[in-house]
């Protein structure tokens, strides 16, 4: 499971940019094994938390970093990410469905990504990526003009802000039944919570802190609930193809609807809620700075 980064109040922001990368880096070596192993799908999915983690790292903190070596690492995480992406879905289809036709067909699928995903966390790519971005972390990656000594909590904040705006950007006009927009969220949310972990270390003592994140994670969970079934329905599309699962995909795409349809009354209440929070790094910011 995720560990927090060792940051504290008066830590810099360079140092907090190396701690996050040291977490995260700490979270898929622990699970890079079992993942390998593949017989509990539950290594694979926190293995791509800790790749998840890494990237969100690196675009909470890009302002910092030379922007041409973080877009490689970027590129070459995202590329690891898809590969196992297959073996994540599949197992969370058998996991999700009673139908046994379905899940047998669907465990041989899943069988088959599951091999890709090993080969990929055999494969050179994943043995370097992730460890050349920590030493590249601790041999100053600093951009001209970046100010790594920056106290964290006056980063954070201008951090934070930016990746709120952009999610309240695709979210106030958001139509919670188009699968599209809402999956644009979600990644939004997604970032602006991994991005608030990064820095949630150093805002223990904040009152708002809390219910901030607990709301957040909360539309992160709709929407990640969301994406599985449209996810779902891609897979099902390729069952079909099958006469004799016709039958069968068609009974799951009813009650996948009919799930839906109740998820996008709670995907627009959530987003309500969370609007109404207010940003919990804005207050120590301004405290920290006038002291």
Same mark, same amino acid.
């Given at each position: 499971?995720?560990?927090?980064?060792?940051?504290?109040?008066?830590?810099?922001?360079?140092?907090?940019?190396?701690?996050?990368?040291?977490?995260?880096?700490?979270?898929?070596?622990?699970?890079?094994?079992?993942?390998?192993?593949?017989?509990?799908?539950?290594?694979?999915?926190?293995?791509?938390?800790? #790749? !998840? /983690? $890494?990237?969100?790292? =690196? %675009?909470?903190?890009?302002?910092?970093?030379?922007? &041409?070596?973080? +877009?490689?690492?970027?590129?070459?995480?995202?590329?690891?990410?898809?590969?196992?992406?297959?073996?994540?879905?599949?197992?969370?289809?058998?996991?999700?469905?009673?139908?046994?036709?379905?899940?047998?067909?669907?465990?041989?699928?899943?069988?088959?990504?599951?091999?890709?995903?090993?080969?990929?966390?055999?494969?050179?790519?994943?043995?370097?990526?992730?460890?050349?971005?920590?030493?590249?972390?601790?041999?100053?990656?600093?951009?001209?003009?970046?100010?790594?000594?920056?106290?964290?909590?006056?980063?954070?904040?201008?951090? #934070? !802000? /930016? $990746?709120?705006?952009? =999610? %309240?950007?695709?979210?106030?006009?958001?139509?919670? &039944?188009?699968? +599209?927009?809402?999956?644009?969220?979600?990644?939004?949310?997604?970032?602006?919570?991994?991005?608030?972990?990064?820095?949630?270390?150093?805002?223990?003592?904040?009152?708002?802190?809390?219910?901030?994140?607990?709301?957040?994670?909360?539309?992160?969970?709709?929407?990640?609930?969301?994406?599985?079934?449209?996810?779902?329905?891609?897979?099902?599309?390729?069952?079909?193809?099958?006469?004799?699962?016709?039958?069968?995909?068609?009974?799951?795409?009813?009650?996948?609807?009919?799930?839906?349809?109740?998820?996008?009354?709670?995907?627009?209440?959530?987003?309500?809620?969370?609007?109404?929070?207010?940003?919990?790094?804005?207050?120590?910011?301004?405290?920290? +700075?006038?002291?």
């Amino acid at each position: 499971m995720w560990s927090k980064p060792d940051i504290a109040a008066g830590t810099s922001a360079g140092e907090a940019f190396v701690a996050n990368v040291r977490a995260a880096l700490e979270l898929i070596d622990a699970n890079a094994a079992g993942a390998a192993d593949g017989r509990d799908p539950e290594y694979l999915h926190q293995l791509r938390v800790g #790749l !998840r /983690r $890494l990237r969100s790292t =690196l %675009r909470a903190f890009r302002s910092l970093l030379r922007r &041409r070596k973080s +877009a490689e690492f970027d590129e070459a995480l995202r590329d690891i990410l898809r590969a196992l992406g297959a073996a994540r879905d599949w197992d969370v289809f058998r996991r999700s469905n009673r139908d046994h036709s379905l899940v047998r067909a669907a465990q041989r699928r899943s069988a088959a990504a599951r091999r890709r995903a090993r080969g990929m966390l055999r494969s050179a790519l994943f043995r370097t990526a992730p460890r050349a971005v920590l030493a590249w972390a601790k041999a100053a990656p600093w951009r001209s003009g970046a100010d790594p000594g920056a106290p964290v909590a006056v980063f954070a904040c201008r951090a #934070l !802000r /930016r $990746l709120q705006d952009r =999610l %309240r950007e695709d979210a106030e006009e958001a139509d919670w &039944r188009d699968a +599209a927009q809402r999956h644009r969220v979600r990644v939004k949310v997604k970032r602006l919570r991994y991005g608030c972990e990064c820095f949630a270390a150093a805002y223990q003592k904040h009152k708002r802190m809390r219910p901030y994140l607990k709301r957040l994670r909360k539309l992160q969970q709709i929407l990640g609930e969301m994406n599985d079934i449209t996810v779902q329905r891609t897979l099902l599309r390729e069952l079909a193809r099958d006469p004799r699962l016709r039958r069968s995909a068609a009974g799951l795409r009813t009650t996948l609807a009919a799930r839906e349809r109740e998820l996008i009354d709670h995907a627009a209440r959530a987003w309500g809620e969370f609007e109404t929070m207010k940003p919990f790094w804005r207050r120590a910011a301004a405290v920290r +700075a006038r002291g």
